[in-house]
C-alpha cells in the first residue's frame, strides 16, 4: 500500500454522514444525484430528527431504484421504514398500479413520512405496517404472498437480520432482488468486539450469506455496506 493512502478511503459511508466531507463521494452527488424534489423535502425534514444517521444513503436510494426499474419490479416490501424515505423512493420507482409495503415500530416516524407521500401523490401505493416487522413477514407468508415480491430492502434491528432474510427469501420471486443494508457497519464488522453482539450478528450472517447456494450476491461499499442478494 502507498505510504500515506487512507485504508479507509474506499469505504467513505453516507454523503450525508459519515462521508459528508469526502469531496470524491460528495462529487459523485453532485454530478450523479436526481433526487425528486419530495424526496429532498423529505430528506431535510429527517436531518432535524436526532436519529438521522438511520437515513439511507440519497445514492444509494437511487442506485436501489433504478435497480427496481431494472428488473420492473411492481410488488416491493421495505422491512424498517424510519422516516419513509425509501419508501418514497420505491413508490416513485414502481409502475402507478404498483405496491409497497412499508414494516414500522414507531408511529412518530410514520407521522413524519405520510405528509410527504400524499404530497409526491403515491400514498395510495405504500401500505405501511406499524408493529414487529418480523409479525408482518409472517403474516405476509401466511397470506400466500410467498414468491410474489420483486424487491425487498431490509434496513430494521440487526439482531433480527438473520429472521428477517429467511423470511425474505421465502417472499422474493425467483431472480427478485434482497438488499441487506449497514453489512459493513461502520467497519466494525471486520473482527468485531467480543462485546459488539451486533457486528458479530452481521459479520456472522455476511459470512452466511457468501456461503448461500439459494442466491447470487455482491457486497458492495455504498453507504454504510449494501449487499445484494439475487434469488436463483
Not at 2 to 31: E, I, R, T
Not at 57 to 83: D, H, P, R, S
Not at 117 to 132: H, L, M, N, T, Y
Amino acid at each position: 500500500m502507498a505510504q500515506g493512502v487512507n485504508v479507509m478511503s474506499a469505504f467513505p459511508g453516507k454523503s450525508h454522514s459519515g462521508g459528508k466531507d469526502d469531496p470524491v463521494l460528495q462529487y459523485v452527488v453532485n454530478n450523479s444525484l436526481r433526487e425528486h424534489p419530495v424526496l429532498a423535502k423529505l430528506k431535510q425534514r429527517t436531518l432535524e430528527d436526532r436519529w438521522n444517521i438511520m437515513l439511507v444513503a440519497t445514492e444509494q436510494a437511487q442506485f436501489m431504484g433504478n435497480l427496481m426499474k431494472l428488473i420492473k419490479a411492481n410488488k416491493t416490501l421495505e422491512v424498517g421504514m424510519y422516516t419513509g424515505y425509501n419508501a418514497l423512493n420505491m413508490a416513485l420507482s414502481i409502475p402507478e398500479n404498483g405496491r409497497v409495503v412499508a414494516c414500522e415500530i414507531e408511529n412518530a416516524y410514520v407521522d413524519i413520512a405520510r405528509p410527504f407521500f400524499k404530497e409526491a401523490g403515491v400514498e395510495s401505493k405504500i401500505d405501511v405496517r406499524i408493529q414487529p416487522a418480523m409479525q408482518t413477514l409472517d403474516e405476509l407468508i401466511a397470506a400466500g404472498e410467498a414468491g410474489t415480491y420483486d424487491f425487498i430492502f431490509i434496513d430494521a434491528d440487526k439482531n433480527n437480520y438473520d429472521g428477517y432474510y429467511e423470511r425474505s427469501l421465502q417472499l422474493v420471486r425467483k431472480g427478485g432482488i434482497i438488499a441487506i443494508d449497514n453489512v459493513l457497519w461502520s467497519g466494525l464488522v471486520v473482527n468485531p468486539a467480543a462485546d459488539d453482539l451486533v457486528s458479530q450478528n452481521l459479520d456472522a450472517l455476511n459470512k452466511k450469506l457468501h456461503k448461500d447456494e439459494r442466491i447470487d450476491l455482491s457486497m458492495l461499499t455504498i453507504g454504510d455496506g449494501l449487499t445484494l442478494a439475487f434469488k436463483r
